[in-house]
């Protein structure tokens, strides 16, 4: 996912600037783009394997 957050933060800086959000009209606000949906990103996948682990984990022998 890592590889694809430069594609990501771009649309995500328009999008924001196209809904009224008061961005600043420098790299220090697409670096913060790109960390923001970097963490968002590692997140989700992190939550998304908790869910799969759990889901298939075999059942405890007793």
């Known amino acids: ?6 594609y990501l933060t771009l649309p995500v800086v328009q999008y924001s600037r196209a ?3 008061p ?5 220090t606000t697409t670096l913060a783009a790109a ?3 970097g963490i968002c990103a590692m997140w989700i996948s992190d939550i ?5 682990v ?9």
């Open 54 to 62: 759990r889901k298939f984990r075999p059942a405890p022998e007793e």
């Open 1 to 6: 996912m890592a590889s694809y957050i430069p």
């Open 35 to 37: 960390f923001l949906i």
């Open 48 to 52: 998304l394997f908790e869910v799969i």
């Open 19 to 21: 809904t009224g959000l």
């Open 23 to 27: 961005l600043a009209n420098d790299d």
